[in-house]
């Protein structure tokens, strides 16, 4: 009787070791499924491509290649207008600062006339007030004033131009930055000519 007592306890364990084993097997198994689905799926798992600043950059900044990287954000990281693919940033204009690794929205790009519209010319103008040109962003509807002279008075040189592009403060001068502006080309060629005479500054619109 006691041989059959000790024989017993040892059939009842080796179906229970058998079927733990069984049962981590097929959690390797399972496990190993996941991993490669994940790894050709790796948008499922991560999320959709989203374009993300490469390094911060300035307002009014053209967009290039290096500008610019793509990451898999989820759903819940990515804001509303958010772009995905390159091409549609690739030689826009920034309507403002940003971050690096801040995502590009639709509303971070700058909205002006394209550089082949009929009848428009882009001029750069200095602005003498260098506080005026920090209000300034790209795609913003502005009138172009020359600032009156003991021989002329404060008069407007054009009016509903578009900002280009707001250039950075050169140390060396007091003098604002350098704004490119498009506009008609006779009102292009008149602003031009008179801002080589005469302070020019702008009013927003």
Known sequence: ??????LHPLHLTRPQSRRTRLIRRWLAVGLFVVGAVLLVHPGSA?????????????SGATLRAGDVRLADLSD????MGVLSTLDAVDGR?????VRAGEPLTDVRLATV?????????????RLADVAVAALLRPGQRVDVIAAPEPAAPA?????????????????????????????????ATRVAAISLE??????LR
């Open 76 to 79: 819940e990281a990515r804001p």
């Open 93 to 97: 204009l920034l309507a403002g600062a």
């Open 46 to 58: 991560r999320g959709a491509p989203t374009v993300l600043a490469a390094h911060d950059l300035p």
């Open 198 to 203: 005469r302070p020019v500054t702008v009013t």
């Open 1 to 6: 009787m006691d041989i059959l007592a000790k």
């Open 155 to 187: 008069s407007v040189l054009a009016g509903g131009a578009t900002v280009v592009t707001v250039g950075h403060q050169e140390p060396a001068t007091l003098k604002g930055p350098l704004v490119l502006l498009r506009l008609p080309e006779a009102a």
């Open 113 to 125: 006339p394209a550089p082949g519209d009929p009848g428009t010319a882009t001029v750069p103008v």
